[in-house]
């Protein structure tokens, strides 16, 4: 069975740390970019972060960068994106989704073969 599923979510104060594993069964992430989205209440779905299938180049957003990384463990088949100095504006469910393409669009949930069924991040105090 191919499946996508997320894990490392909660609540955290303002200035804290988190990181979210996408971890892939049935098959092998080594052959897939894989984008991390997010999606608050109300608001659509965004790229936050990708990562390459190839040579391992990393998309981050501009509400970002700087804070959060995004890296892969191709021996455990996961996927994680580590996410430091948070912001309440960080809040929203979390999903990792991978693209067997060449090129991927990071910035918009669009060609994307397998999703993750998400994680709540909520970033307060």
């Known amino acids: 069975q191919v499946q996508l599923v997320e894990s490392g979510g909660g609540l955290v104060q303002p200035g804290g740390s988190l990181r979210l594993s996408c971890a892939a069964s049935g098959f092998t992430l080594d052959y897939y970019a894989i984008g991390w989205f997010r999606q608050a209440p109300g608001k659509e779905r965004e790229g936050v972060s990708c990562?390459?299938?190839?040579?391992?180049?990393?998309y981050y957003a501009d509400s970002v960068k700087g804070r959060f990384t995004i890296s892969r463990d191709n021996a455990k088949n996961t996927v994680y994106l580590q996410m430091n100095s948070l912001k309440p504006e960080d809040t929203a469910v979390y999903y990792c989704a991978a693209s067997a393409a060449a090129l991927v669009v990071c910035s918009r949930p669009i060609g994307y073969e397998y999703w993750g069924q998400g994680t709540q991040v909520t970033v307060s105090s």
């Open positions: 990562i390459s299938r190839s040579d391992g180049s990393t």
